[in-house]
């Protein structure tokens, strides 16, 4: 993963704002993979893409990580402090290692499914989705490559056309296949309430945190540049090469600091 200078951070915002939330994503991978291609960093999985995520905004904003939720039970407002090294997954902890597009096998009930993992094209055909339902069925759709029948007395097995026609007690297990092979892509962590000590687990999306995260970041650069350019009469270029010590020094010079 490559550094990024400060305009490159800002040319990159630019690039990803008013883009879908997967997109989002994928134009801040491109922009520190570069050897990659967008159609190859949209394979990665859904795993994969957060841990850079993590390690993104880990090395722009620090370790820690803020936010607000509310409790479940007394609906109120929680607030969150917690720490990057909270959500990542430990490497002990993660399952076998499935090379980009791998397929996986999973044996049960009488069947035979091979499947891959969820990835960043995957979520973007979901996004528009209009229940958790039709959600689920279409990533099964999409990342079951194929499912034979092999009941006991079928020899060779015969191939399932409607993959969503599974067993539940299966379609579950594929679901916890890919959680265990593929662990940071879903991040849970326990959450109690200080009000009235209901405890819960919360999922936690990086690419929408880090998303906030960097337009913050940016609004705040773009006010500086202002402040200094009208003042000045600095190109941007040019400031946003100074170090953010030195545009400070010089705002706090025009009493904006
Ligand atoms: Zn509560």
Partial sequence: MRDL???ELLTAWDRARDQPPTQEALVWLAAVYPEHSIEQLAQWSVGQRDSCLLTLQE???GSQLNGVTICPQCRQRVELAFNVSDLRVEPTKVGPIVPVGGVMTLTAEGYRVHFRLPNTLDLEAIETSADINSMREQLLRRCITSVMWEGVEKGDGEPVSNPT?????????IAERMVEADPQGDTRFALSCPDCNHEWFSTFDIATYFAGEIHNWAKYLLREIHSLARAYGWREADILAMTPRRRRAYLELLGNG
Avoid: E, G, I
């Fill in 59 to 61: 090395r722009l904003f």
């Fill in 165 to 173: 026609q599974l067993p539940m007690t299966l379609v579950d297990a």
């Fill in 5 to 7: 200078s400060t305009a």
